[in-house]
């Protein structure tokens, strides 16, 4: 699981050592020598768990999906961000913090209830 990208689709093969990585910041965290460079790309989806290669000089819209499952490999890579939220008990055993907007709450009790009627008018 790559630390840097959340999102990785797919782990890339390095063509100077022959290593899967999930991006290029990985391989130089783990590597102690360059990223070669290369025009052709060796690809598997994390998806299908298949291997592709993908020219970058010859690269189009289309070749943004897996040849084999057609998964969209190329998304926008998100980095991970610290949030604040608000956590609860599980709402399946317990809904006391949720109010369904649905549910209409009962009216009033007057002195004349017009469900009663027919019971108290005999």
């Known amino acids: ?5 959340l999102n ?3 782990a890339i093969r390095a063509p100077c050592c022959r290593k899967w990585y999930d991006c290029t910041e990985c391989h130089q965290d783990s590597s102690d ?11 598997a989806c994390k998806k299908c768990k298949k291997c592709f290669r993908k020219d970058a000089r010859e690269f189009e819209d289309a070749d943004e999906y897996c040849p084999h499952c057609d998964n969209h490999f190329v998304l926008e890579a998100r980095t991970p961000k610290a949030s604040l939220q608000v956590e609860s008990e599980d709402v399946r055993k317990d809904a006391r913090m949720l109010k369904d907007d649905r549910v209409q709450a009962e009216e009033q009790q007057t002195i004349f209830n017009v469900k009663d009627a027919p019971d108290r008018l005999g």
């Open 8 to 10: 990785a689709q797919v």
């Open 33 to 43: 020598h360059e990223l070669l460079q290369s025009y052709e790309m060796t690809f």
């Open 1 to 5: 699981m790559c630390k840097h990208v």
